[in-house]
Each structure stands twice: as structure tokens, then as C-alpha cells.
T-cell receptor, first 111, second 116 residues
């Protein structure tokens, strides 16, 4: 079945460090791919998305590229801030069906 | 747009009591999702609706849980009777489904349920 696998957390970084959170997927058809972010005490918010192979989604300094050949959608940011501390979820909707989420990765950025 | 609105934000109830969670989706969205989030199990999809019709309720944990969507602007998730293991944050989300394709989902702020 369709699924998303995220790198295990938690991830702890110092401010201004480089961030990578790995995400790989298994899906039939041609899914759209998403990264959602959940700040403490809040609901999930869409961070970025990509709808087809080789698309790059970007927002707030975060980027992810839809790699069909490696079935991956890794999240990156060149210089993290304390305010980026949150839980990050990778998700897909295969062939336009409902969203399937990964387990989530807790990111903590220390000053 | 005000986004997805959930109420209450917090609910504390005694075991055995009925609990009703409410959700108002974004106007114009025709798909609605109920999720449950716990530390142990992460984010779980409980049920979702398209055009007010339940499509998949396989995630509903047991018969104590029920959900309704009487119209396009309102949905409820009911737990009767509630148990301590139901304690979690419950999220409602909405999206638009057109031509067989879902857009991204927009989430409410959640209801934190504590059953004592």
C-alpha cells in the first residue's frame, strides 16, 4: 500500500546549522508530496508541496525536491533558527486520494 | 477565511461521559477529515467525508466513536462512553476534492481531550 517513511527523530541542532530530514515514499500512480509543520500546541500547517517529478517546493527557507527515481522528498534548510523547532510531517496523496502522513520528526534548535 | 474552526479547544471529562467535538470546515471545501494524535500512536486518520458522505471509517477505533456531517459547514465526532485511553488531541481538517483529486488539507487547532 501507499506509505511514507521519515527519518527517526528527535533531531537536535544548534542555531544556523544545516537541516536535512529524510522522507521516502511508496505509492502507486503519481502522488503529490507535502511537508507539514506542527508548532507546539497548534495544528498542522502546510509548509511546502510538489506535484510532479523534479518539482521543488520552497517556503520560509525550507526546500524539498520531488525525486521520482529515488522516491524521496527530503526537507532541507541551510540555516535553522530556534523558531523552527517543531514537528515536521512528510505526506503524500497518491493519485489524488486522501493524504497519507509519515510518523513525524521532532526538531529542536538550540540557541 | 477563518480557517478550520474546532470547538472546544480543551475538554476534560469523566470516564463514562459522552463527549462531542465540533468542526467547521473552510467554506467551499467538500472533504473533511478527523484525526487523532497521541504520543504513542502519532497521527491517525479516524474517518473522512466527501460531500457530507462518510467514505472511510476504518480508522474509527471502536463503536464508541461516531461521526456525522449533517451539512457542508459542520461535523461532529462523538465518543460515548468515553474512556481514559481516548485522551488525545483530535484534529479536524478540510480540503477540496475536484475531478478525483484532493488539494492539500488545512487543519484546525485541535481539541485536547482529557478523560479522567
Amino acid at each position: 500500500g501507499d506509505s511514507v517513511t521519515q527519518m527517526e527523530g528527535p533531531v537536535t541542532l544548534s542555531e544556523e546549522a544545516f537541516l536535512t530530514i529524510n522522507c521516502t515514499y511508496t505509492a502507486t500512480g503519481y502522488p503529490s508530496l507535502f511537508w507539514y509543520v506542527q508548532y507546539p500546541g497548534e495544528g498542522l500547517q502546510l509548509l511546502l508541496k510538489a506535484t510532479k517529478a523534479d518539482d521543488k517546493g520552497s517556503n520560509k527557507g525550507f526546500e524539498a525536491t520531488y525525486r521520482k527515481e529515488t522516491t524521496s522528498f527530503h526537507l532541507e534548510k541551510g540555516s535553522v533558527q530556534v523558531s523552527d523547532s517543531a514537528v515536521y510531517f512528510c505526506a503524500l496523496n497518491p493519485s489524488g486520494s486522501r493524504l497519507t502522513f509519515g510518523e513525524g520528526t521532532q526538531l529542536t534548535v538550540n540557541p | 477565511d477563518a480557517g478550520v474552526i474546532q470547538s472546544p479547544r480543551h475538554e476534560v471529562t469523566e470516564m463514562g461521559q459522552e463527549v462531542t467535538l465540533r468542526c467547521k470546515p473552510i467554506s467551499g471545501h467538500n472533504s473533511l477529515f478527523w484525526y487523532r494524535q497521541t504520543m504513542m500512536r502519532g497521527l491517525e486518520l479516524l474517518i473522512y467525508f466527501n460531500n457530507n458522505v462518510p467514505i472511510d471509517d476504518s480508522g474509527m477505533p471502536e463503536d464508541r466513536f461516531s461521526a456525522k456531517m449533517p451539512n457542508a459547514s459542520f461535523s461532529t465526532l462523538k465518543i460515548q462512553p468515553s474512556e481514559p485511553r481516548d485522551s488525545a488531541v483530535y484534529f479536524c481538517a478540510s480540503s477540496s476534492r475536484q475531478g478525483g483529486t484532493y488539494t492539500e488539507a488545512f487543519f484546525g487547532q485541535g481539541t485536547r481531550l482529557t478523560v479522567v
